[in-house]
Structure formats: structure tokens, C-alpha cells
């Protein structure tokens, strides 16, 4: 693969490019999109057509350029989250029926919660997850849900790697928050993000019993009933769980230990 002079590679500046719109973007100048990706002008302009021709962008009047369709089917298509989420779909569905209130299925990637489907209604506490948006373990409910799972040895390589930059944290408080969580089954965070709601979540096990993702709610903090929330969500991941099974859907989640 020819590498550029600075020594990137086609497949890096195409990264660079895709993954530089913004979220919520509908569109770039091209001129803005080379200066996210730190590229040249003139090499953004030949990617981005190159890439339009494939249907991987749209290049539009006036210079203007946004993801393309074609992109969004593929990732669709193809997505190693698509087994899951057909799973857990009508769990979540029941749950937020009963609730009124948000639902989030996230699976772990790296050190954040990696949130694949959420579930909201009209009049619903704030909710900072969003679908295919990321928050840093400690966080989330679903994150500490997710990592109090994982083997000690993946639990130890985050806690040596662990940074709050806003200083609210220490490793030795996300021990015991993992800690917490592995002991009563579920994670709560209350007013943490938003100081008017509460997380709730709890792990997701596949087949062979590997915590693949984590089956949450945000509630408002004055209405939290852990007695009734609880089990409703156990109960469902339980669900979920059964309905991948063993098969070469859950098989395609990887465990953090695999990585």
C-alpha cells in the first residue's frame, strides 16, 4: 500500500478522512474536511472522489461533502453488533414499555461503553448515550456494568490506565465501584452525568457465559425503585442471553480477554 511522505498509508488517510465528520455533521466543506484529517487539499479532494465513486461519499454543490449511503449499508449489513441488537430489540422494547423512560444496550470497546441501540420517548430524562456515541467507563452504568465482568486481568490493565482528567476520580474509587457492581449484579451511577437522573444497568452474558454487553435504563433520580428496576432487567438480559445462545451470532463478539 503506497505510503504518503509523511509515511501513512492510503488506508490510514482514508480513515483520517471518514472518521473526521463530526457527530451530527449532514455535511463538510471539503476545505474543512482536509483540515480535520490533517491532510493535504489536493489529497483530500482525490480520496473524496475516489471514495464517491465507490458511494462511500457524497460529494455535493459547491465543495461540499457528507457520508454516504452506501457506507451506512455496509456497516448495517455487515455489523458485528446487528446479532445482538435483533436479540435484545424486543427485551428492550418490553422494558421500556413498562418504564416510559430511556433503554440502552452498550457493549465494551476498549475503555469506553460503546452504546449500539437506545430506546427513548417523548418526556424522557436526559440521556447522554446515543447510538454509536462512546463514554468512558467509569461514567457510565453500562461501562461499569460491562467492566466489572471482565477477567481480573483486563480489570487490572484499565485501572493501571485509568484518567479522570476532570480529577473526580481515583483508581482506587473505580476498584470499588467494580468491586460494588460485581458483588450486588448491577451498576449505579446517581447524578453523575446529568445530576437529575439515575443509571442503571447490568451484564448481558452470551452462551458461555461472557459478559458481551450491558442492558441499561436512566431514570429520573426521585423515582429510582432498585427492588422492582432490578430483576425487570436481569430478567431481560437473561432473555437476551438465551436468544444468542451459543450460535455463530454471539459468536462473533469478541470478549475483551480475546482482544
Known amino acids: 500500500m503506497a505510503n504518503s511522505a509523511s509515511g501513512d498509508s492510503v488506508v490510514d488517510r482514508v480513515v483520517r478522512l471518514i472518521a473526521a ?3 451530527g455533521s449532514a455535511a463538510l466543506q471539503l476545505s474543512e474536511l482536509a483540515d480535520r484529517a490533517g491532510l493535504p487539499l489536493t489529497t483530500a479532494h482525490r480520496l473524496a472522489r475516489q471514495l464517491a465513486g465507490h458511494g462511500l461519499l457524497e460529494l455535493g454543490n459547491g465543495g461540499s461533502v457528507r457520508l454516504g449511503l452506501r457506507l451506512w449499508e ?7 453488533t446487528l446479532a445482538l441488537r435483533q ?11 413498562v418504564l416510559n423512560q430511556n433503554v440502552n444496550l452498550a457493549v465494551l470497546d476498549g475503555w469506553d461503553a460503546l452504546f449500539v441501540e437506545r430506546l ?18 467509569h461514567l457510565s ?18 485501572l493501571r490506565g485509568f484518567e479522570d482528567p476532570a480529577g473526580r476520580l481515583r483508581p482506587a474509587d473505580v476498584r470499588v465501584l467494580l468491586a460494588d457492581t460485581s458483588r450486588q449484579g448491577f451498576a449505579e451511577l446517581a447524578g453523575v ?17 461472557r459478559t458481551v454487553a450491558a442492558l441499561g435504563v436512566v ?3 426521585q423515582e429510582v425503585r432498585l427492588q422492582a428496576l432490578v430483576p425487570a432487567l436481569q430478567t431481560a438480559a437473561r432473555g437476551i442471553g438465551r436468544r444468542l445462545g451459543d450460535t455463530r451470532g454471539a459468536a462473533s463478539f469478541r470478549s475483551t480477554e480475546e482482544m
Open 141 to 158: 452504568s453500562a461501562g461499569l456494568a460491562l467492566m466489572a465482568h471482565q477477567p481480573a486481568p483486563v480489570q487490572a490493565a484499565y
Open 219 to 221: 431514570v429520573p433520580l
Open 193 to 209: 452525568v446529568d445530576p437529575d437522573t439515575w443509571g442503571i444497568a447490568v451484564p448481558v452474558r452470551d452462551g458461555r457465559k
Open 120 to 137: 427513548s420517548r417523548r418526556g424522557s430524562v436526559a440521556n447522554r448515550a446515543k447510538v454509536a456515541g462512546r463514554m468512558p467507563v
Open 87 to 97: 436479540a435484545a430489540m424486543p427485551f428492550m422494547e418490553d422494558i421500556q414499555q
Open 74 to 80: 455496509l456497516v448495517n449489513r455487515n455489523s458485528p
Open 21 to 23: 465528520f463530526p457527530e
